[in-house]
């Protein structure tokens, strides 16, 4: 009985962390036992982990706080270390490359206006709106068409974390109805008022005086978090070039009177309650530097091997700072010792005074391990940035399936990318001048003005860009006839994806070329052979029979 006391009033005084408390008449110790990840990823026993103690906080304190660093790393990097250029250059040609094309596709059943009216409204909203793209006086600062634009606003994205667009109004010119224009601004000019960009634990979050809004880094936020506002300086934080006095205007993001956008902000969070963006390369900055300062010993190193030295030496003691055996010999018999009078070359002989000697010096290096061991560090840079090693250096010397694998990896997040720059400027943008468009009646839109969902449906549309580059043309061709076919793809999208172009100008024009090879006697080009194809797919596959794409 007095055992089944003891264990019960053990286990009524058992905490939920394992341990125990003391006993009246006794004391029970027992073993505190580490559950979990406390034994792995948590552990602070073993000695790998011990040492390794960050802290997390919010947003504004691991982001914000070092945003000015990182930007500042983020750019250098890519102005003076190749492989960080490359990174982001590779992006920028593939995700926007010329600048991305518009495709309207209004939602003619929700519209009730027949397919054929649609694709009209579309031809025709296409090329008003290419009028205005297309011509540097969308650019309020008349130097970049809206095409050019993209470009930018994307690199400045990609190097600072984030870029801004502004839309403002001026008055129409000569050969452009429009008053809208588009400015383009850097991330580093929006920041708090009086802070200039720097940073501290007491300005990333300030108070608005005024209503009372927080500003977080220049994006200013009511109690619910949302953006109303940004701060934007009128110079650059740090530019000796300007003497201006700073000083801030708030941009309030939606139009008062007409619920209108003011101004874009082109970023991907990564985080809830992330306010700005974070550079691209601010993963891999370290490795990056590391890198860079590896290539440029290596490089030093090489070009030290190079070089041929000669050094002359004496066969007596000499301690003092001249050459006293130079005196022993008759001023007529003596030899210049002038570096500059010595020559190397075929059939070149020079004569030594009595008593030197010249000492050749071997500059040979043992084999380096350069490639191999930066190779390895780029493939992990390339895996951080989601570019294939392949992409990144722009080597494809691996097989077939290899080389097309890593442009597919590569262009997974290529999409990925392209698809968040469309949402953040590209069909805002378009929405916004689709509704001076309408406006001004060079657009006709029945109820946009009135009708929410309507207006949604006018302003449908589709952005293509550049495509996906081509190991084996003939494999491309016959897989996109094949999604074709099979209804898993249209005509229009396999042209635009695997040439750029749009499919109806592509039957048109291909109609006019073989109305004029008629009109001239010549068998049309469209006719295909079947057999020539068929003679082809024999050969390739063949070809890998025999090892050519392994």
């Avoid at 061991?373 to 494809?396: D, H």
């Avoid at 999409?415 to 916004?432: L, N």
């Avoid at 229009?492 to 090879?517: H, P, R, W, Y």
């Amino acid at each position: 009985m007095t055992n089944k006391r003891n264990r019960q009033s053990r286990r009524n005084a058992r905490l939920p962390t394992g341990r125990s408390i003391p006993q009246t008449g006794a004391q029970i110790l027992r073993k505190i036992v580490n559950t979990g990840y406390s034994e792995s990823g948590a552990s602070f026993k073993k000695g790998t982990m011990a040492g390794w103690c960050p802290t997390r906080s919010s947003p504004q304190s691991d982001i914000d706080m070092n945003l000015p660093t990182l930007r500042a790393r983020s750019a250098d990097a890519v102005m003076s270390i190749p492989l960080a250029s490359s990174a982001i250059n590779t992006s920028r040609t593939h995700v926007i490359g010329a600048g991305l094309k518009l495709s309207p596709k209004p939602k003619y059943k929700l519209l009730g206006i027949t397919p054929e009216q649609a694709k009209e409204w579309a031809r025709i909203t296409k090329e008003e709106f290419d009028l205005w793209a297309n011509s540097e006086f969308c650019d309020l600062l008349k130097k970049n068409n809206w095409y050019d634009m993209q470009d930018i606003a994307y690199q400045c994205c990609m190097i600072d974390g984030d870029s801004f667009a502004a839309f403002k109004y001026r008055e129409p010119l000569p050969g452009m109805p429009y008053m809208l224009r588009v400015q383009l601004f850097e991330a580093s000019r929006v920041c708090n008022p009086g802070s200039m960009g720097l940073n501290s634990p007491w300005t990333v979050t300030i108070k608005n005086p005024d209503n009372g809004n927080r500003i977080i880094n220049g994006v200013e936020v009511d109690d619910d978090g949302a953006i109303v506002a940004y701060w934007i300086c009128n110079r650059y934080p740090y530019d000796p070039t300007n003497m201006q006095i700073p000083q801030w205007v708030r941009v309030e993001v939606f139009g008062k009177t007409t619920g209108q956008l003011n101004i874009l902000q082109i970023c991907h969070d990564e985080r809830p309650e992330t306010y700005r963006g974070v550079p691209y390369l601010a993963p891999v900055l370290e490795v990056l530097k590391q890198v860079g300062r590896y290539t440029e010993a290596e490089l030093t190193a090489a070009i030290i091997k190079s070089f041929f030295s000669l050094f002359f030496e004496e066969s007596y003691a000499n301690n003092g700072n001249f050459f006293p055996l130079q005196d022993a010999f008759n001023r007529q018999d003596r030899v210049s010792l002038d570096p500059n009078a010595f020559e190397l070359g075929s059939g070149t002989m020079n004569v030594l005074p009595p008593g030197y000697k010249v000492t050749t010096v071997d500059t040979s290096r043992s084999l380096s391990t350069y490639e191999a061991f930066s190779n390895q560090l780029i493939r992990q840079i390339g895996a951080t940035l989601e570019q294939p090693y392949e992409v990144l250096l722009k080597s494809f010397n691996s097989s077939y399936s290899a080389s097309r694998a890593a442009l597919l990896q590569a262009w997974a997040a290529f999409k990925i990318r392209r698809i968040w720059f469309v949402r953040d400027f590209c069909q805002p943008s378009y929405e916004v001048w689709l509704t001076e468009a309408v406006a001004i009646g060079r657009v006709k839109a029945p109820g946009f003005f009135t009708d929410p969902i309507k207006r949604k449906a006018w302003a449908n549309a589709e952005w293509y860009g550049p495509v996906m580059g081509s190991v084996d043309p003939v494999k491309e061709v016959n897989a996109a006839a094949l999604r074709v076919k099979y209804g898993f793809s249209t005509r229009e999208k396999e042209t635009a994806e695997m040439t750029g172009t749009n499919f109806d100008e592509n039957v048109e024009s291909l109609a006019i070329e073989e109305q004029t090879l008629r009109d001239a006697g010549l068998a049309g080009g469209m006719e295909v052979d079947a057999s020539s194809d068929k003679d082809l797919l024999e050969q390739e596959q063949q070809q890998q029979k025999g090892g050519h794409w392994i």
